[in-house]
Nanobody
Framework: QVQLVESGGGLVQPGGSLRLSCAASGSTLGSYVMGWYRQAPGKQRELVASATSWGSTNYADSVKGRFAISRDNAKNTVSLQMNSLKPEDTAVYYC?????????WGRGTQVTVSS
């Protein structure tokens, strides 16, 4: 069983930056694909970024060039650096760990981009 706890959300002005962190416990993350998802009010949850244990990353088109995912397997953490934030980035952001048929979710952290 993997427990995931997100942190780092908050209110930021358009053009600003935030860094989200996800700390895992209960298992090492080495074999997991780690990802960040988000869900805005009235919308489906969507993949923002993911990173495999061997360093391959994937990004939603809407965040390419602005967001960067990174993971530290030794510390059991995964982060999402978000730059040039836009109002449409406003959502609850969830950390996800996936391995084979198993998937685990954090409770989410709110990111609000507004002036």
């Amino acid at each position: 069983q993997v427990q995931l706890v997100e942190s780092g959300g908050g209110l930021v002005q358009p053009g600003g930056s935030l860094r989200l962190s996800c700390a895992a416990s209960g298992s090492t993350l080495g074999s997991y694909v780690m990802g960040w998802y988000r869900q805005a009010p009235g919308k489906q949850r969507e993949l923002v970024a993911s990173a495999t244990s061997w360093g391959s990353t994937n990004y939603a088109d809407s965040v390419k060039g602005r967001f960067a995912i990174s993971r530290d397997n030794a510390k059991n953490t995964v982060s999402l650096q978000m730059n040039s934030l836009k109002p449409e980035d406003t959502a609850v952001y969830y950390c996800n760990a996936r391995y084979s048929a198993y998937a685990y979710w954090g409770r989410g952290t709110q990111v609000t981009v507004s002036s």
